[in-house]
């Protein structure tokens, strides 16, 4: 049997659906961080300062706050308008109506955007539209997308610089610089996730003895603390689980694991289609 026939009788066959969703997810619906034509085209700016692609400026220690933000909100209004997608609502489609929890290390909220159960839905690596001091001086986080919006209309598309410096975001309790709040160091604030964590252990509780089918799309080594080991305990552990791995590049596993090698949308759109 081939692996795609596998998965589809593994997913056919399970009673409940967990899925761990990386980085590879997201890529296979536009978000790149590797692309550098899209990186050209969205922040030509930053060409001139020898910058390629997004990946290049995750964790970059910015000398200039006005540069860091004109950057980060360009990115940031890209994602936080971004519409349901084929590979999203093609995953969603595989679910149908069953039971269903998320993990992801992506931060986007693309899986909240595309009909997803929000209340089955665990980030741990955090949240693009939240923002949080970076010192930080409380476990204060709020919602940043106005502070997005604010900063827009100043940014020069040929420097990347935001030019009115007023609208730059700083810590509402003591004015000291911000960030996403997203894992990115010992500053990051947990707290908004903690009742998500809870959710995602009961879940998994209370669904240890039935047929469960473990999609893993798009998770490499960059994390694999987050979604890739976590994904194959669980499979070990659980005699009615299978796991289904889809990885582009490290589609290999466990003996037991179903290894589609390909990207997501690939993988996906064949399961559909039969």
């Known amino acids: 049997m081939e692996p795609f026939e596998h998965a589809r009788e593994a997913l056919a066959d399970a009673e409940v659906v967990f899925i761990g969703a990386g980085a590879g997810l997201s890529a296979s619906a536009g978000l790149d961080y590797t692309d550098q034509k899209a990186f050209a085209e969205r922040f030509p700016g930053m060409l001139q300062y020898g910058f390629r692609f997004q990946y290049q400026l995750m964790g970059y220690p ?29 995953l969603l489609s595989l679910v149908d109506e069953r039971d269903s929890f998320v993990i992801t290390s992506n931060v986007d909220r693309y899986f909240h955007k595309n009909g997803f159960d929000t209340a089955n839905i665990y980030t741990p690596q955090g949240d693009y539209e939240r923002f949080q001091c970076m010192t930080p001086c409380t476990d204060l986080v709020w919602d940043g ?7 827009l209309p100043y940014i020069n598309p040929e420097t ?29 604030i947990e707290k908004p996730y ?19 089918a473990i999609v893993e799309i ?24 299978r796991l289904i791995r889809i990885s582009k590049e490290h589609a290999d596993g466990p003996v ?19």
């Open 160 to 188: 990347q610089y935001v030019e009115n410096r007023s609208t730059l975001p700083v810590c509402p309790n003591c004015g000291g610089p911000v960030f996403m709040n997203v894992r990115g160091g010992s500053w990051f």
């Open 145 to 151: 997308r106005e502070s997005v919006a604010s900063m």
């Open 256 to 274: 037991g694991t179903i290894s589609l090698q390909m990207t997501a949308d690939e993988a996906l759109s064949k399961m559909i289609s039969g």
């Open 194 to 212: 903690e009742t998500q964590a809870d959710a995602i252990s009961n879940w998994l509780n209370d669904n240890l003895n039935r047929k469960m």
């Open 218 to 241: 798009g998770a490499g080594f960059n994390t694999p603390g987050v979604i890739r080991l976590p994904l194959e305990n669980i499979a070990k552990q659980l005699p009615d689980a």
């Open 62 to 90: 910015f000398d200039d706050e006005a540069l860091k933000w004109g950057y980060l909100a360009t990115g940031l209004n890209h994602v936080y308008h971004s519409q349901q997608t084929q590979v999203y609502q093609d």
